[in-house]
C-alpha cells in the first residue's frame, strides 16, 4: 500500500500538474491550476525594491475547468490583459470591453473566459448573457444594469462569494483549446 501510495504521487508529479506558482508571469492570467482553482497575477516588491510579478493560486474554484491555460487567440478575441493584477466587474462598464467579450469569437470559443466573468457579472446581480444582449441592441443600457446593481467587487470580495459557489456555465467548451504547457 505504501508502496503503491509512493508512486502514485511520483507518478503524479513525473506527469506535471499546473500549479500557479509555477507557472511563468506571461501565462499566468487566466490559467487554471489541477486543483481548478483560478491563478491569479500579483505583483510584490522585490529586494531591489523594484515592482515585480508572480502568479498565485486563487480561492476561486473553476466549475469544470482543470490544468488549462487560456490560448492566445481567447486572450485577444475577448480583450483580456495577461498583465493585469486582479479582476474587477468593473471592466465590465467599458463598453468596448463587453463588445469583444460578447463578440460570437470570444463568447462561443473562450469558455474559460466568459465563465469568468459570467461570475462577476452574477456577483453583481446581472447575467452575462443579457448584458451581451442589451449590448448589441442599446449599450448604455448594459453599462446601467452594471451601474444600477451597486457596488463592484474586487478580487478579494468576490472569491469569497457567488464566483466560487457553482452557477451555470454560460457555454461549453467548443474551439478553444488550452495552450500547450
Not at 61 to 78: G, K, M, P, R, S
Not at 84 to 106: E, H, K, M, N, V
Not at 109 to 115: F, G, M, Q, R
Request: aromatic share 8%; proline share 6%; net charge negative.
Amino acid at each position: 500500500m505504501i508502496i503503491f501510495l509512493a508512486f502514485t504521487l511520483f507518478l503524479q508529479g513525473t506527469l506535471g500538474e499546473l500549479v500557479c506558482e509555477e507557472l511563468p508571469v506571461g501565462l499566468c492570467s487566466f490559467s487554471i491550476a489541477t486543483s481548478g482553482k483560478r491563478c491569479l497575477l500579483e505583483t510584490y516588491t522585490s529586494n531591489y525594491g523594484t515592482m515585480d510579478f508572480q502568479c498565485k493560486t486563487s480561492e476561486v474554484v473553476a466549475i469544470n475547468l482543470q490544468e488549462y491555460i487560456e490560448a492566445d487567440e481567447c486572450v485577444i478575441a475577448c480583450g483580456v490583459d495577461r498583465k493585469s493584477t486582479g479582476i474587477s466587474s468593473d471592466s465590465l462598464l467599458d463598453a468596448q470591453f463587453t463588445t469583444r467579450l460578447c463578440s460570437p469569437q470570444c463568447y462561443q470559443n473562450c469558455p474559460n473566459i466568459v465563465d469568468l466573468y459570467y461570475n462577476l457579472a452574477l456577483a453583481e446581480g446581472a447575467f452575462l448573457s443579457d448584458l451581451c444582449k442589451s449590448q448589441r441592441t442599446n449599450s448604455r443600457r448594459s453599462i446601467a444594469q452594471i451601474q444600477s446593481s451597486g457596488v463592484a467587487l474586487g478580487p478579494v470580495a468576490a472569491a469569497a462569494g457567488p464566483m466560487s459557489a457553482a452557477a451555470p456555465s454560460p457555454s461549453s467548451p467548443v474551439d478553444c483549446a488550452p495552450a500547450p504547457i
